[in-house]
């Protein structure tokens, strides 16, 4: 008997633990949640993200480099609208690749009036470039971005990236920060932060596997990034 006992405890206490692994940040705050997301997500039941989750928008893959297209980001943006989440597109740079090539791949996707946020650059390697040649190159495209949408883009990186090479040289541009802990995260500079990527592996209703999951940091919220048309 004391035996089965002990199993009963046993099997409660791993439910309990089962059931704080998947507490979700958005339950247990008031910051304003969202998500980002690619084809690597497969294919999203988009009303069900809509109607009973409370993310409040998403940023979808729509480019990399000069010529690659993310190939679900055209259904996920009308249906994402379709579905009420207010909804923003990110191009992957490449800093070795004519950064007038990637903004052409990248202006036939991200259309102005498709758009209800900022366009958002995905800055998360050097490709072997020295800071500074890395730094040129990225400086160029974002004046490049900034021209063709007539807004400066939201600015996505690591913690430790920034750190590394960014330091005092964005102070400009709103940065939202891949940091995949529990404290928020700051930066060597102590710099302000619109926006925290808290997890790469959040669960979703309508999202089958991992997807990454950002708040607003403090008393930031969406007005910050809404699209001016």
Known sequence: MNRLVLFVVLLLSLGARAQD?????????????????????????????????????????ATEGGDWIDKRYESNIVLAHQYGL?????????????????????????????????????????SGLSTDEFCDSLFKFLELV???????????????????????KIDDYQLMIAQYTDEEPVLADERNITMWQYTGKGRIVGVSGYIDKSRFMGQHGLREIRYRH
Not at 155 to 162: H, R, S
Request: proline fraction near 4%; include cysteine; glycine fraction near 6%.
């Open 21 to 61: 692994a998947f507490e979700q940040c958005e339950d247990t705050c008031a910051h304003i949640h969202g998500i980002d997301l690619s084809h690597y997500q497969g294919e999203v039941f988009w009303e069900t993200v809509g109607q009973n989750t409370k993310m409040a928008y998403v940023y979808l893959k």
């Open 86 to 126: 207010k909804v923003g597109s990110y191009h992957f740079y490449r800093p070795k690749t004519d950064q007038a090539l990637q903004l052409e791949n990248f202006k036939v996707q991200c259309r102005p009036g498709e758009q209800d946020l900022i366009p958002m650059i995905d800055i998360e390697t050097t």
């Open 146 to 168: 900034e021209k063709a949408y007539k807004q400066k883009p939201l600015l996505y990186t690591f913690t430790n990236f920034y750190n590394r090479h960014l330091v005092g």
